[in-house]
Every structure is written in C-alpha cells, then in structure tokens.
C-alpha cells in the first residue's frame, strides 16, 4: 500500500555537521507533510511541516525540502547538537490520520 | 499550560488481564488519537476519534477498545484478546490532520 518511508534507519555525525534527513513517499496527492523528533522514552515532539505548493520551508536550524517530481522529502539540520540526537519521523495524511515512517535515528558525537 | 497526559508512565499487566490506559488534552482539540509503538518501529494507528462518542478502528484495532464520553479524555483498554500488548503507547490530539498532532509522553506497557 501506499505510504512514508525514510531511507536510512541510522545517520552519524559529528558536532557541528549539518545533518540530512530523507524520506520517501508513494502518493503523489499527499499535500501535507510533517516532521516530528521523537527523544529516548518520550513522545514526538513536531518540528516543522510544509505543505505541496511550497519546495522548501525553513525554521530554527531546521529546513525541510519537498521534490515532488520523485515524491521525496528532507529534513536538513544545521550545525547539528549533541541534543539534536533522537528518532526523526516523517508522517503524511491518510484519511483522517497520520501515517508515520519508520524513523531515522540521528546519532551526534562531540 | 496546555498539554496532553497520559498515566501512568509504566504498566505492567499480567497475562489475561484487560489494562486501560489514561489519555487527557487540554488543548481544546477535537481528534485524539492511539498509537503503538515496538521497539525500532515506526507508529502504527490503533483507534482514532474525531468527535466525541465516535470513533473509528486503525490498522492494528484488534484485541483493544476505546471510549470517548468526553472532549478531554480518549482511554485505550487493551483486553486479554491482545496477544502481544508488550509496546509503547502514544497518545495524540490535533484540531484536524492538516495541524498536525501534539502528542503524550506515552505509557509502556509491559506484560509480566
């Protein structure tokens, strides 16, 4: 079935990096989509959204990318914190719900 | 401040016995949500309800139940029917799928 899915399940990097986060999804009329930061034992916490008739959306330290010619998005993370170290999900309207991916754990090492 | 709560943090059950976890908002949203989470997994819908005294199934609805008399409140009973209930449970409330949700600090449940 349809549905977000993140390309990598674990990315690590060093303090200071910028960090980059994928998700790919399968469809094309998905017009909303969200990225939440989930820490160790607690619940996701959002970070930024962007919707299909934007391509880019910028917030504090974070941009999230939209390709919809390939369905892929990206969440990009600069000058990346020992605290920015969690699972990151990307999740997508179905219905009347959210669907999430798998989630992508960012390690960051001093 | 406005939150949403779940209690308690840690449950354990024994095998057979029917659990209910607490889910309150004070956020004034209208849909409140339950999701399952295993350990390296992403989150898999349990129930949803939009309004009060409605509420609909998600992908995995079997073996739990779920109640909605009140605006505030959206407990989540997982019975003895639930063969592997071992999980994180996250709660979540949104004014509608396009505001995305503000979601609990979740509750793990243990079966011993």
């Known amino acids: 079935g349809e549905s977000v899915g993140l390309h990598l399940p674990t990315l690590s990097v060093q303090e200071g990096d910028n960090s980059i986060i994928n998700c790919a999804y399968s469809?094309?009329?998905?017009?909303?989509f969200i990225w939440y930061k989930q820490e160790s034992g607690k619940g996701p916490q959002f970070i930024i959204d962007i919707r299909s008739n934007m391509d880019k959306r910028q917030g504090q330290r974070v941009t999230v990318l939209l390709n919809k010619t390939v369905k892929h998005l990206s969440l990009q993370i600069a000058a990346t914190q020992p605290g920015d170290s969690a699972v990151y999900f990307c999740a997508e309207p179905q219905g009347t719900a959210l669907i999430f991916g798998k989630g992508t754990t960012l390690s960051v090492s001093s | 401040d406005g939150g949403i709560t779940q209690s308690p943090k840690y449950l354990f059950r024994k095998e057979g016995q029917n659990v209910t976890l607490s889910c309150e908002q004070n956020l004034n949203h209208d849909a409140m949500y339950w999701y399952r989470q295993d350990p390296g997994q992403g989150l898999r819908l349990i129930y949803y309800?939009?309004?009060?005294?409605?509420?609909q199934k998600g992908d995995i609805a079997e073996g739990y139940s779920v109640s909605r008399e009140k605006k505030e409140s959206f407990p989540l009973t997982v019975t003895s029917a639930q063969k592997n209930p071992t999980a994180f449970y996250l709660c979540a409330s949104s004014q509608g799928t396009r505001y995305g949700y503000t979601f609990g600090s979740g509750t793990r449940l243990t079966v011993v």
């Open positions: 469809n094309s009329a998905s017009d909303y």
């Open positions: 309800s939009q309004i009060v005294n409605d509420f």
